[in-house]
């Protein structure tokens, strides 16, 4: 029996675009080419369903603004086409207008249309700068010759064999008659290219099907029926002709949409009268394929820790502050131009946390930086850290980061803290000492104090877990193994551990005074181990307007 399948790792090999669009030219059906003129329309051409895209000279310069008259030079044209090959599978031909000069200007612009994956260069017998040929009568033809060693040039520099370049004869519209057409067309075929675009600008097209039949299938033939739009398609089709280019038309409807909807919302002053007639926003989303950029996004940026927390406190006026707290809470204080909040969230969402969540208490309105969640401790005045930290008891879920609202600290320290091992590890300063001795004196300097199993050793050997023996702001100085940040993480058993811990205080009556050292403190004494990575500097809260100052150069 035979299996029809594909075997694994095979690949059906990729038609280029240049051999695609030379399958339009050659097939035996009628094919079509429509306008686009940047890679939005391209898109759209695509989308509809077309097998390929006409880049009209007409419409890439009218949607930059010109005239076509090579007012635009062909190297911001190749630019725009660079874009609409970007953003379309499907191949292009290109309105190369004469070849932007001589056969050497020609030979350069195929060699670059090919790099581009442009898969087909259409360039008109007439003279630099071009005219468009519905413009006045008698535009003067180029020299056949020279035309035709153009032709011979860009085919000899094309390097995709498949490219095609499509020689256009002006002799009808130029009002030069058929036998002349013909003469040209057959010299170009000749010359070497790959079809003949026979243009006219008659409402009928009694004169490019003469062409066709005096020309036979010398070479594939192509129309252009902007003018003599009122022909039935059939009729070219019984006519053998090879390609149909409607050639400006996209270019001619986004003019009359556009125009509609600008007066319409210049006239009503609002924009409801055309949202509705108009495509989404979700539209251009769809269209510019956001979709592929989420997936890539999955693939290739870090992904943010699944479902960690975080919990900021944020209650407290910072009364040694002073007047700069009379109106904000103290996290609110700006720091060059950011509130310290602000700062201290960008840093968690920036180190993965997928949900903060902002204890709110003093001043609670004027916290409302986008996104955070918040939950309120009303009796902030009255009770402590530990309070608070209950008002957000079901936030304490899976890894949970806990952190006090008026701190800042390098990147890496949150990195470290989730790189730990420990169901409840906390961010300890061994730097603690030279923190004393560049603040200076302060009365109201209070500060978590650590007594740790074991001090902080440049040991690089030396990697066994340190735990928290106590946590206090009144150690013996040499007791002191660091100073805690207000920073630490828990893993989910963690959030539980502390959980079960604040319930336990609301119950024995020692929660509504308590701080977060004390917490800690209860739960190291019942024997659960309280890990921690011991940093040298390279943070700091805001306590006093010395704090303050030393947050603007931490910045
Ligand atoms: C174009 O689309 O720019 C063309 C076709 O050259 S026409 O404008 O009909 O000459
Ligand atoms: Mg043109």
Same mark, same amino acid.
């Given at each position: 029996?035979?299996?029809? @399948?594909?075997?694994?790792?095979?690949?059906?090999?990729?038609? !280029?675009?240049?051999?695609?669009?030379?399958?339009?030219?050659?097939?035996?059906?009628?094919?079509?080419?429509?306008?686009?003129?940047?890679?939005?329309?391209?898109? +759209? =051409?695509?989308?509809?369903?077309?097998?390929? +895209?006409?880049?009209?000279?007409?419409?890439?310069?009218?949607?930059?603004?010109?005239?076509?008259?090579?007012?635009?030079?062909?190297?911001?044209?190749?630019?725009?086409?660079?874009?609409?090959?970007?953003?379309?599978?499907?191949?292009?031909?290109?309105?190369?207008?004469?070849?932007?000069?001589?056969?050497?200007?020609?030979?350069?612009? #195929?060699?670059?249309?090919?790099?581009?994956?442009?898969?087909?260069?259409?360039?008109?017998?007439?003279?630099?700068?071009?005219?468009?040929?519905?413009?006045?009568?008698?535009?003067?033809?180029?020299? @056949?010759?020279?035309?035709?060693?153009?032709?011979?040039?860009?085919?000899?520099? $094309?390097?995709?064999?498949?490219?095609?370049?499509?020689?256009?004869?002006?002799?009808?519209?130029?009002?030069?008659?058929?036998?002349? &057409?013909?003469?040209?067309?057959?010299?170009?075929?000749?010359?070497?290219?790959?079809?003949?675009?026979?243009?006219?600008?008659?409402?009928?097209?009694?004169?490019?099907?003469?062409?066709?039949?005096?020309?036979?299938?010398?070479?594939?033939?192509?129309?252009?029926?902007?003018?003599?739009?009122?022909?039935?398609?059939?009729?070219?089709?019984?006519?053998?002709?090879?390609?149909?280019?409607?050639?400006?038309?996209?270019?001619?409807?986004?003019?009359?949409?556009?125009? /509609?909807?600008?007066?319409?919302?210049?006239?009503?002053?609002?924009?409801?009268?055309?949202?509705?007639?108009?495509?989404? #926003?979700?539209?251009?989303? /769809?269209? !510019?394929?956001?979709?592929?950029?989420?997936?890539?996004?999955?693939?290739?940026?870090?992904?943010?820790?699944?479902?960690?927390?975080?919990?900021?406190?944020?209650?407290?006026?910072?009364?040694?502050?002073?007047?700069?707290?009379?109106?904000?809470?103290?996290?609110?204080?700006?720091?060059?131009?950011?509130?310290?909040?602000?700062?201290?969230?960008?840093?968690?969402?920036?180190?993965?946390?997928?949900?903060?969540?902002?204890?709110?208490?003093?001043?609670?309105?004027?916290?409302?930086?986008?996104?955070?969640?918040?939950?309120?401790?009303?009796?902030?005045?009255?009770?402590?850290?530990?309070?608070?930290? &209950?008002?957000?008891?079901?936030?304490?879920?899976?890894?949970?980061?806990?952190?006090?609202?008026?701190?800042?600290?390098?990147?890496?320290?949150? *990195?470290?803290?989730?790189?730990?091992?420990? *169901?409840? =590890? =906390?961010?300890?300063?061994?730097?603690?000492?030279?923190?004393?001795?560049?603040?200076?004196?302060?009365?109201?300097?209070?500060?978590?104090?650590?007594?740790?199993?074991?001090?902080?050793?440049?040991?690089?050997?030396?990697?066994?877990?340190?735990?928290?023996?106590?946590?206090?702001?009144?150690?013996?100085? *040499?007791?002191?193994?660091?100073?805690?940040?207000?920073?630490?993480?828990?893993?989910?058993?963690?959030?539980?551990?502390?959980?079960?811990?604040?319930?336990?205080?609301?119950?024995?009556?020692?929660? $509504?005074?308590?701080?977060?050292?004390?917490?800690?403190?209860?739960?190291?004494?019942?024997?659960?181990?309280?890990? =921690?990575?011991?940093?040298?500097?390279?943070?700091?809260?805001? *306590?006093?307007?010395?704090?303050?100052?030393?947050?603007?150069?931490?910045?």
């Amino acid at each position: 029996m035979t299996v029809n @399948v594909k075997p694994a790792g095979v690949q059906r090999p990729r038609v !280029t675009k240049a051999a695609q669009l030379r399958r339009l030219l050659t097939s035996s059906n009628l094919e079509f080419l429509m306008e686009a003129h940047d890679g939005i329309s391209a898109k +759209i =051409v695509e989308e509809a369903g077309f097998r390929g +895209i006409w880049a009209s000279g007409l419409a890439l310069s009218a949607a930059l603004g010109v005239r076509d008259n090579n007012e635009a030079s062909w190297t911001q044209i190749l630019e725009i086409l660079e874009f609409m090959s970007d953003a379309t599978t499907i191949p292009i031909l290109v309105d190369g207008d004469t070849g932007y000069g001589n056969f050497n200007n020609a030979r350069r612009v #195929v060699r670059k249309l090919c790099q581009r994956n442009i898969a087909g260069i259409c360039i008109e017998d007439k003279l630099f700068p071009k005219t468009n040929s519905f413009i006045g009568e008698g535009q003067p033809l180029a020299d @056949v010759d020279e035309f035709c060693g153009k032709i011979k040039a860009v085919k000899d520099s $094309q390097t995709d064999p498949e490219f095609s370049v499509v020689a256009r004869v002006e002799a009808l519209i130029s009002g030069w008659g058929l036998d002349e &057409a013909l003469r040209r067309a057959r010299a170009y075929r000749d010359a070497g290219a790959d079809a003949i675009l026979i243009h006219s600008k008659q409402r009928t097209a009694d004169e490019v099907l003469a062409f066709k039949r005096e020309f036979g299938d010398a070479a594939p033939v192509v129309l252009v029926p902007t003018k003599y739009y009122e022909t039935p398609t059939d009729g070219f089709r019984q006519a053998g002709i090879s390609t149909v280019i409607w050639a400006n038309h996209n270019m001619r409807a986004a003019i009359t949409a556009m125009r /509609e909807v600008t007066r319409r919302i210049l006239r009503e002053e609002s924009l409801a009268g055309v949202e509705e007639s108009i495509a989404t #926003v979700k539209d251009i989303f /769809e269209l !510019t394929g956001d979709e592929e950029l989420a997936e890539a996004e999955k693939r290739y940026l870090p992904s943010p820790k699944e479902g960690t927390q975080a919990v900021v406190l944020a209650a407290s006026r910072g009364m040694a502050l002073g007047k700069l707290t009379e109106g904000k809470p103290k996290c609110m204080i700006d720091v060059r131009g950011q509130p310290l909040l602000r700062r201290l969230v960008t840093t968690l969402k920036e180190g993965g946390v997928r949900d903060v969540t902002v204890v709110r208490g003093y001043r609670k309105e004027m916290i409302n930086l986008p996104g955070i969640q918040t939950v309120d401790n009303d009796l902030y005045a009255s009770t402590g850290e530990a309070a608070s930290l &209950a008002c957000a008891m079901d936030r304490i879920r899976g890894e949970c980061v806990l952190a006090y609202g008026d701190i800042l600290f390098r990147h890496y320290i949150l *990195d470290r803290l989730f790189a730990a091992s420990g *169901d409840i =590890v =906390v961010a300890v300063d061994a730097l603690w000492h030279e923190r004393t001795m560049s603040h200076g004196e302060d009365e109201n300097w209070v500060r978590d104090f650590v007594f740790c199993s074991r001090p902080f050793s440049t040991n690089y050997l030396d990697d066994d877990p340190v735990v928290v023996r106590r946590l206090d702001s009144d150690l013996a100085e *040499d007791e002191i193994c660091g100073e805690w940040m207000g920073l630490a993480k828990l893993s989910p058993a963690g959030s539980e551990l502390v959980r079960n811990e604040l319930s336990a205080m609301k119950t024995d009556g020692t929660l $509504q005074r308590a701080g977060l050292p004390s917490l800690f403190s209860r739960l190291a004494e019942r024997g659960h181990e309280i890990h =921690v990575v011991y940093v040298a500097g390279q943070w700091l809260d805001v *306590d006093t307007a010395t704090d303050l100052t030393q947050a603007c150069e931490f910045l």
